[in-house]
Each structure stands twice: as C-alpha cells, then as structure tokens.
Nanobody
Framework: QGQLVESGGGSVQAGGSLRLSCAAS????????MAWFRQAPEKEREWVGC????????YYADSVKGRFTISRNNAKNTVSLQMNSLKPEDTAIYYC???????????????????????WGQGTQVTISS
C-alpha cells in the first residue's frame, strides 16, 4: 500500500510564497501520475494541478496558473508545489495524490477528477492572511 506524506504548509501574508513537498513510499513512484488538490473550509475538494510520470507535462487550474508550479523528482520519490503570489483565497488544506492510470489519457479532465487518484496524503494546512 502506497503512502504519501505532505510537508511545507504554514501561514504567510498575501503576496508571499510557500513550497509544499510530498514524499511517496511503498509504490513504484515513477509509474504514477501526481497531482495536488486543495480543500477550503465548507468547500469541495478542488484540483490544483498535475504532472505526468516523467515530469514533462503539467496542467494547472485556471485559479493558480502562472502562480503555482508543480515539479517532481523521481530519484527522490517526491513531488513539489511552488506557490507564489499567494492570495487569501488560496487558504486551504493541500493534498497530494497519486494515480497509476489516467483514463482515457493524461488530460485535464482526468486530472481534475478526485476519483482518478487512488492514493492520497493526509494534507497540509496553508493559511494566507491579507
């Protein structure tokens, strides 16, 4: 059974930056598509972005495009989310997720569905103050 553990959350002022990391264990990491989701209080879980198995392709939600960057290191079994120009509306618990398959392919529509992902981390809190 694979395990994902997020780290790097915290509290910063609007306009600041944070870098989240997610460490994977118990799975053949380089075979997995990785994604970040977030969930604000009393809201549904929202897709943030995803990255292909080799890291060459990435997709982002419109709300974070140009501010957030996903990267992965298959040698270290990690995926990161660099968040710049943070806004109060970015406040949420951030989760990383792993999927062995993308149906029908590595597309935004597949990335954005929570049901695509079969392994989830426990989440890390990000709080942005105005």
């Amino acid at each position: 059974q694979g395990q994902l553990v997020e780290s790097g959350g915290g509290s910063v002022q609007a306009g600041g930056s944070l870098r989240l990391s997610c460490a994977a264990s118990g799975l053949t990491y380089s075979n997995y598509y990785m994604a970040w989701f977030r969930q604000a209080p009393e809201k549904e879980r929202e897709w943030v972005g995803c990255i292909s198995t080799g890291g060459a392709s990435r997709y982002y939600a419109d709300s974070v495009k140009g501010r957030f960057t996903i990267s992965r290191n298959n040698a270290k079994n990690t995926v990161s989310l660099q968040m710049n120009s943070l806004k109060p509306e970015d406040t949420a618990i951030y989760y990383c997720a792993a999927a062995l398959r993308m149906r029908p392919a590595f597309l935004i529509s597949a990335c954005a569905e929570t049901s695509t992902f079969d392994t989830w981390g426990q989440g890390t809190q990000v709080t942005i103050s105005s």
